[in-house]
């Protein structure tokens, strides 16, 4: 987000449960540190518990899931607010989307409801935007496992669930003036059975001077019987700018309505070739 207040850009990026999850899963603090460059760099294994295969295991398995959420269409909704005296909105951005396919099969973006921003003291930035389907939500991309130092910290055990708990971060922190690729800082919770991530507690990095980015937390639910899809994410935090400014912020990122693409089926008597239905379908269009 920039400041629409000052000059120089101020980005933050945020996000408000709008549900309860079944399952709450409350966080612990503690850290470990090692060092590597060519692999995800892990803990020694405590008495009891592999953390190399741990980790093995849930990185091949986010990049299978990240395979499978590619097959689903799904809603999303987003809505920023900014929150003033009294706890009241003085400003809110809200974007209801529809993640679908073309016939090609590629999926795209279609806006749903997209109404006149009304924020104050902030906009958003490309970074935002970014972070709304990335960082905040998927966490870890797959393709860059290796640059991430992974740490070992812990096991939890929430209701019915027995959760591996791993403190994540960039091996080097990216310059934002040389790149504009985001990462993931923070904390992932593993189930132990499925070894897929059910939780995620942090914030995208890198951040710009003068760019504030608020800690997120995101939730999954098993929404196919086997694979943990995201649900929501969300925040709620003063950001504190290098100007002094204080802003209130809430965010809320919720993603329903997941659903498998239908094939097209075609009717045909006895006996007669079966021919692929080449009946053109119009194309939507990119919003």
């Known amino acids: 987000m920039k400041s629409s207040r000052f000059l120089f850009p101020v980005s ?120 709304f389907s990335g960082a905040q939500t998927f966490a870890l991309e797959p393709a860059n496992i290796n640059l ?18 791993f403190d994540v ?25 499925d070894f897929q991530i059910v939780k995620v507690r942090g914030k995208g990095v890198p951040e710009k001077k003068g760019s504030r980015y608020p800690t997120f937390e995101t939730y999954r639910e098993q929404i196919d019987g086997k694979f943990w899809f995201p649900t929501y994410t969300f925040a709620d935090e003063e950001l504190i700018f290098d100007n002094g400014e204080v802003v209130h912020i809430r965010m809320r990122i919720t993603f329903n309505e997941f659903e498998r693409p239908r094939a097209r089926v075609k009717v045909i008597d006895e006996g007669q070739d079966i021919i692929p239905d080449a009946t053109p379908t119009p194309t939507p269009k990119k919003p």
């Open 12 to 131: 933050a990026t945020l996000a408000l449960a709008i549900a309860a999850l079944t399952t709450a899963l409350p966080a612990r603090a503690q850290q470990v540190s090692t060092a590597s460059t060519n692999a995800p760099t892990v803990a020694t294994s405590p008495a009891g518990v592999d953390v190399e295969r741990v980790i093995r295991e849930f990185t091949t398995k986010e990049a299978v899931f990240r395979t499978a959420l590619n097959q689903f269409s799904f809603k999303r909704d987003v809505v920023v607010q900014v929150i003033g005296m009294g706890k009241q909105i003085t400003g809110e951005y809200k974007r209801v989307s529809r993640f679908v396919f073309d016939d090609s099969g590629k999926r795209y973006e279609k806006i749903l409801h997209f109404p006149l921003s009304t924020l104050t003291g902030i906009e958003l930035t490309a970074e935002d935007l970014e972070d």
């Open 148 to 165: 991430y130092n992974i740490k070992y910290a812990g096991k939890e055990k929430i209701d019915e669930l027995n959760l591996y708990v």
């Open 169 to 193: 971060e960039p091996k080097v922190m990216p310059d934002p003036k040389k790149t504009k690729e985001r990462f993931f800082k923070g904390r992932i919770w593993v189930d132990d059975q």
